[in-house]
Each structure stands twice: as C-alpha cells, then as structure tokens.
C-alpha cells in the first residue's frame, strides 16, 4: 500500500513540473560572433491564423519575452534599419489524445497489480482512460539582415491549461522565451 501512495505522490510531483521541450537549429558556417543588435523582421506579420495567439495581448508579451531575454544577453535593438539580424516569431496550438491504460487484479489474496496467482484464480480488469490536452509551440526564428535567410531557430512545446490569469500565461511565456533562447547564440566550436 505505501508503494502505491508513494507512485501516487510521486505522479503528482511531475504532473506539476513543466513538460516544456526545447529544440535548437543553426547554420554552422554563419559567425555569430559578429551579432550585436537586432531588429524584429516585420512587425506588423500575424503569428498564427489561431485567434489565442494571433491577439494584441499575445503578441505583446511574447515579443516583451524575446525583448528582454536578447537584452539580457547583451543584445541591443536596432530599429534604425542597420541591426546584425531579424527577429520572428510564431505559434500554433494543436490538440492530443493521452491513452492510460491500468491493469488490475483481484484475487482471494487481496489485491496486486503486477501478480497474479495463476493456481488460485482471481479476476482482471483492464480499464482504459482517454484524455485529450493541448500542446502550445512557440518558434522563435533569427535571420540574417540582408537576405532574410535563416541562420537560427528555436522551438519550445508544451501542454497548455485554461489560465485565464494574465500573469501566470505572461510567467509562462516568459520562461518558455528564456529557455528557448538559452542557447542562442551557439556557442563557438573549437
């Protein structure tokens, strides 16, 4: 019994802690040794065709997010036309289907989820639950000044919930930005 109040807790526990995946990509050859400012590519382009992120309110605390996290990084906006690079941004919402599935097993002996008794019998069951979640992604995109090409991008998902609280979605956007931009730019091979 304490081995299955202790699974219980422990479920809980990572239930709580943030499931936010985190993907980099980057042109090798570039020298991002060079950037110092930026600028964003076009601020007047529409994130997404979803309605949820595709808002004053969201625009605003996502590029507030990158804002601050290229400030902290030592980056300085350009919007004078001279900036290193472009900065864009985009996101999507899709929806999920998680399948648990539990077997359990009764017996004369009382209950056990992973023996079973084949001499004295006993019953199983297997109960099946479905729940559909959403996943948020967010890709933060650097390109290059002149040719607008591609040098860097970042990509974080994770299951989003029904906050309608505007500081918590503002502390989760912010978080998502910094870990997604963590590793911006790459470091120098040697």
Same mark, same amino acid.
């Given at each position: 019994?304490?081995?299955?109040?202790?699974?219980?807790?422990?479920?809980?526990?990572?239930?709580?802690?943030?499931?936010?995946?985190?993907?980099?990509?980057?042109? %090798? =050859?570039?020298?991002?040794?060079?950037?110092?400012?930026?600028?964003?590519?076009?601020?007047? $382009?529409?994130?997404?065709?979803?309605?949820?992120?595709?808002?004053?309110?969201?625009?605003?605390?996502?590029?507030?997010?990158? =804002?601050?996290?290229?400030?902290?990084?030592?980056?300085?906006?350009?919007?004078?036309?001279?900036?290193?690079?472009?900065? $864009?941004? /985009?996101?999507?919402?899709?929806?999920?289907?998680?399948?648990?599935?539990?077997?359990?097993?009764?017996?004369?002996? +009382?209950? +056990?989820?992973?023996?079973?008794?084949?001499?004295?019998?006993?019953?199983?069951?297997?109960?099946?639950?479905?729940?559909?979640? =959403?996943?948020?992604?967010?890709?933060?995109?650097?390109?290059?000044?002149?040719? /607008?090409?591609?040098?860097?991008?970042? $990509?974080?998902?994770?299951?989003?919930?029904?906050?309608?609280? %505007?500081?918590?979605?503002?502390?989760?956007?912010?978080?998502?930005? $910094?870990?997604?931009?963590?590793?911006?730019?790459?470091? =120098?091979?040697?």
């Amino acid at each position: 019994m304490k081995n299955i109040i202790f699974a219980v807790a422990l479920i809980l526990l990572c239930s709580a802690c943030s499931t936010l995946n985190v993907n980099t990509d980057f042109n %090798p =050859e570039y020298d991002f040794t060079r950037l110092k400012t930026y600028t964003w590519l076009d601020k007047d $382009s529409v994130p997404s065709s979803d309605t949820r992120i595709n808002n004053d309110l969201m625009i605003a605390r996502v590029r507030n997010a990158v =804002e601050k996290s290229l400030e902290a990084s030592g980056f300085v906006k350009d919007d004078g036309g001279s900036a290193d690079f472009r900065v $864009s941004w /985009h996101g999507a919402i899709q929806k999920k289907l998680q399948v648990d599935t539990i077997d359990h097993f009764y017996s004369s002996y +009382g209950y +056990g989820a992973l023996y079973r008794d084949p001499f004295m019998g006993g019953a199983s069951t297997r109960t099946s639950t479905a729940r559909e979640y =959403e996943v948020g992604t967010l890709i933060v995109d650097i390109l290059d000044p002149v040719h /607008h090409k591609l040098i860097w991008r970042g $990509s974080g998902s994770d299951r989003i919930g029904n906050d309608t609280d %505007p500081e918590k979605s503002t502390q989760k956007i912010n978080a998502a930005v $910094s870990a997604i931009l963590k590793d911006f730019p790459p470091a =120098e091979k040697y």
